[in-house]
């Protein structure tokens, strides 16, 4: 599981071969920013912004979607209680990254990136929901995605 906490951690492992160690490898890295922290800055960045007429709107509509992910208690708690908020939250921060890219009178390329890395965030957010979870969410998440 990804660690959404300000802090040094560090992952230890070992490969084996016949119940016999052959090496070990250590990693240390640190956490920065929390995901609500990265999102809460990405907001800001984007309201920030002057642009005209149609980059205007889509930049909106990229506030609002991420926004939308600010709200649910995926990003703050990690404790959704539906499979689907945290489907809804990487639907959302694609459709952020869609109207970004449709800007054109701003060179959004740092914030799209930003945008990218919620993405992977909230991906593997709702991946470790399903692995959690099971077949049965799958399942779920299929009917929902159909009826919509």
Do not use: Q, W
Not at 60 to 86: E, F, G, H, P
Not at 117 to 139: F, M, P, Q, S, V
């Amino acid at each position: 599981k990804l660690p959404d906490k300000v802090d040094s951690y560090t992952i230890k492992t070992e490969l084996y071969e016949n119940e016999s160690k052959l090496e070990g490898a250590e990693l240390s890295f640190d956490v920065t920013e929390t995901v609500l922290s990265r999102l809460d800055k990405l907001v800001a960045e984007l309201e920030g912004l002057e642009a005209p007429g149609k980059d205007s709107r889509n930049i909106r509509k990229a506030i609002t979607a991420l926004s939308s992910i600010r709200s649910r208690a995926c990003v703050t708690t990690s404790n959704c209680t539906s499979v689907l908020d945290y489907f809804y939250d990487l639907r959302d921060a694609v459709h952020a990254a869609s109207y970004m890219r449709e800007v054109t009178g701003i060179d959004m390329t740092t914030l799209r990136l930003e945008t990218e890395d919620i993405i992977l965030l909230t991906g593997r957010r709702l991946y470790e929901k399903i692995k959690a979870d099971g077949t049965l969410l799958l399942n779920m998440l299929n009917v929902s995605i159909v009826s919509e």
